[in-house]
């Protein structure tokens, strides 16, 4: 009886390096965007409670102003309290200027959601590529097939693609693919 375990060696040493190193860059890539990921997905998490309290601030705001143009149109009817008011008026207006500056910060928060969604979205594409690229690359090292490698190649270049289109904001987004996986 032996002691150890017999392990079958690959025949192709080349194909087994090739892959190692193919599992190692995958591996750091693959952290690297999900760490920038992560980012993403937090910075959408505070545009998204800055839009909810924005918009709700803004609905409070234009009823205050509401409020106040009924108030004005209240004491109009009443005789002798035209400086009332006036002053209704005025807080009416100043609601109603508010209101459009919260207006524009909610609708600011909302565009920075999306922008951000697509650039999440890029990241996930690139996630997900190069977990096919590892998986087909495990394969490639059990069946020893370069050509199989090939193809984790062909995977990892589109994760690629995605992750650089990340980090640096280009307009790379298939709308259909993201559709289809929404």
């Not at 108030?71 to 109009?76: K, P």
């Not at 008011?85 to 109603?96: C, G, H, L, P």
């Amino acid at each position: 009886m032996s002691e150890g375990m017999d392990v079958p060696e690959g025949g192709n040493r080349t194909l087994n390096r090739m892959v190692a190193t193919t599992v190692v860059a995958l591996s750091v890539v693959m952290a690297v965007g999900k760490i920038k990921d992560d980012n993403i997905v937090q910075a959408m998490q505070a545009d998204q409670a800055a839009k909810i309290d924005l918009w709700g601030e803004y609905q409070s705001t234009r009823i205050k102003a509401h409020d106040q143009q009924i108030a004005a149109t209240l004491l109009r009817r009443m005789p002798g309290a035209d400086a009332d008011a006036t002053q209704a008026d005025r807080e009416s207006a100043r609601y109603t200027a508010e209101a459009k500056g919260i207006k524009a910060k909610a609708q600011a928060a909302s565009d920075d959601y999306d922008v951000q969604g697509r650039r999440d979205d890029q990241f996930d594409l690139s996630d997900g590529f190069l977990s096919i690229a590892l998986a087909v690359a495990a394969i490639a090292a059990l069946v020893e097939s370069v050509s199989l490698l090939g193809v984790a190649w062909v995977a990892a270049a589109l994760g690629l693609l995605f992750l650089i289109a990340g980090f640096a904001q280009l307009p790379i987004h298939p709308d259909a693919l993201v559709a289809f996986l929404s």
